[in-house]
């Protein structure tokens, strides 16, 4: 069965700065991984995603991810965080085999102070 | 716009009603997922249903069910409301070679 682990309920950065966000997953076969953003009273939006191929995915709004199967990890980043920025962010896991439910992590919220 | 509609965006009933959430998938899309979204438990998987056939099932409560018709839409169906039923309940179309779901902007139900 596939799991996330979101490390990091709440995540605070300047605007500017670095934005790090940090997901581990688990999964028995090789995953497809996604990061996807809520803001305030929407729905979930795709920010990225990792099937095959290249390593380091490239998103929307200037976010990127980088699967490291060595660590079972897909943290997302982006290098100057804008106030725009502000939302949950989650990180979902899929396997290849058996149900193609998404499982999600638990979900970071993410501050951008000005 | 994801192109999946959910209606109602909001609900309020009280305990032990029934109410059925609806959702329309993006055109083309024949798999319908359903989530539930609270505080406590996050993102939960409800069920999953392709092309009018359940495919998966998740943390789906017996006073639940759903169904998809014909013309793809589905809709969840919620019984004897508790108050711990108050939650957010997104439904998701996919595109199922890679596996992303588009997600509808969700249905609020609050129960008193």
């Known amino acids: 069965a596939q799991s996330v682990t979101q490390l990091g309920s709440h995540v605070s950065v300047s605007e500017g700065a670095l934005v790090l966000l940090r997901c581990n997953y688990s999964?028995?076969?090789?995953?497809?991984l996604f990061w996807y953003v809520q803001y305030p009273n929407q729905g979930l939006q795709l920010l990225l995603k990792y099937t095959t191929g290249a390593t380091l995915v490239k998103g929307i709004n200037g976010f990127e991810a980088e699967f490291k199967k060595s660590e079972t990890s897909f943290h997302l980043t982006k290098p100057s965080a804008h106030m725009s920025d502000a939302a949950e962010y989650f990180c979902?896991?899929?396997?290849?085999?058996?149900?193609?439910?998404?499982?999600f992590g638990q979900g970071t919220r993410l501050t951008i102070n000005p | 716009d994801s192109g999946v509609t959910q209606t109602p965006k909001h609900l309020i009933t009280a305990t032990g009603q029934r109410v059925t959430l609806r959702c329309s998938p993006r055109?083309?899309?024949?798999?319908v997922y359903w989530y539930q979204q609270s505080l406590d438990q996050g993102l939960q998987f409800l069920i999953q249903?392709?092309?009018?056939?359940?495919?998966a099932k998740g943390n789906i409560l017996e006073r639940f069910s759903a169904q998809q018709f014909p013309d793809l839409h589905s809709e969840l169906n919620l019984s004897s409301l508790e108050l711990g039923d108050s939650a957010l309940y997104f439904c998701?179309?996919?595109?199922?070679?890679?596996?992303?779901?588009?997600f509808g902007e969700g249905s609020r139900l609050t129960v008193l």
């Open positions: 055109s083309g899309d024949l798999s």
């Open positions: 249903y392709y092309n009018g056939e359940e495919r």
């Open positions: 999964s028995s076969v090789p995953p497809y």
């Open positions: 979902a896991v899929r396997g290849l085999q058996g149900a193609q439910k998404l499982v």
């Open positions: 998701a179309s996919s595109v199922l070679t890679t596996g992303e779901l588009f």
